[in-house]
Nanobody, 118 residues
Framework: QVQLVESGGGLVQPGGSLRLSCAAS???????????MGWYRQTPGKQRELVAS???????NYANSVKGRFTISRDNAKNTVYLQMNSLKPEDTAVYLC?????????WGQGTQVTVSS
């Protein structure tokens, strides 16, 4: 089993920044086998959207809508993934969920609300 704890969401004005963190914990086997980590976002009535992902080796993928504004990173020693979000727009408002892949199984965080509004 893997537990994911997210932090860093909140209310921010358009053009502002937020940094999300997601720390994984669990068995030694699971921590040694953390694979891809990343972030999805969910808004009511819309399909869950992949925002960004990063492999253990550091290969990164971004949704086109966030390229140039968001930066994903991970600290393998801390089993933590981060999402730096800059130049935020109202359309970035969503619940952001982190995930991690351990072998073939996906684990999810509880989600953190990001609201971009003036």
């Amino acid at each position: 089993q893997v537990q994911l704890v997210e932090s860093g969401g909140g209310l921010v004005q358009p053009g502002g920044s937020l940094r999300l963190s997601c720390a994984a914990s669990g068995s030694s086997f699971s921590m040694a086998n953390l694979g891809n980590m990343g972030w999805y976002r969910q808004t009511p009535g819309k399909q869950r959207e992949l925002v960004a992902s990063i492999t253990k080796g550091g290969s990164i993928n971004y949704a086109n809508s966030v390229k140039g504004r968001f930066t994903i990173s991970r600290d393998n020693a801390k089993n933590t993934v981060y999402l730096q979000m800059n130049s935020l727009k109202p359309e970035d408002t969503a619940v952001y969920l982190c995930y991690v892949v351990v072998q073939v199984r996906n684990y999810w965080g509880q989600g953190t609300q990001v609201t971009v509004s003036s």
